[in-house]
């Protein structure tokens, strides 16, 4: 039987991401260092080595974690991947990116090559199992290609919108989808 996690040991990790999170909107990345974030969370620097590595660790956890759940959930509570599935994902995508690049604007440039390894890493594994659901009879190479393309599909054009400032019309995503399904 697995043992139980403290709950100080989640709090504890939870306050150094949350100082970081605070941080990030106040001070560019680069500039972070482990002090400020131990400081702001109020705990030592070995507390922090206990969880994290380094601030790129935390970062990544943090990421993963904390800022991409809500786009991760809105994948997961889909069934099926359909034109329909891929535009509301492409809208979680693009509202999580937007609000980023706002919230964080100082560090987002920064933190981009790292958003884009994790959320394309993560849409791929979820569509890799939507896919072998849809298409048990696909070898396994055409599931992970097709899976890559649409991770990547979907995030380069979500920068693409964010970085013009444009949002798509609804005709464009529905057009942009249907291609990328067939």
Sequence with gaps: MEKPI??????TRQLIMDAFMQLVVEKDFKDITIKDITSRATVNRATFYYHFFDKY??????LAENVLKGVLTNVNSHDALTPESMKNIFTSILQFQIGLANQCARSY????????????EELARIFRDFLKD?????PFEKVDLQSIMLSWSLYGMSTKYVKSG?????EMIHLLFEKLMD
């Design 6 to 11: 403290d709950p100080r040991i989640v709090r």
């Design 134 to 138: 849809q298409h048990p009879d696909w």
């Design 166 to 170: 444009e949002i798509p019309t609804e």
């Design 109 to 120: 440039e920064a933190f981009t090559p790292k958003i884009e390894t994790t959320v394309k």
């Design 57 to 62: 660790d935390l970062l990544e956890k943090v």
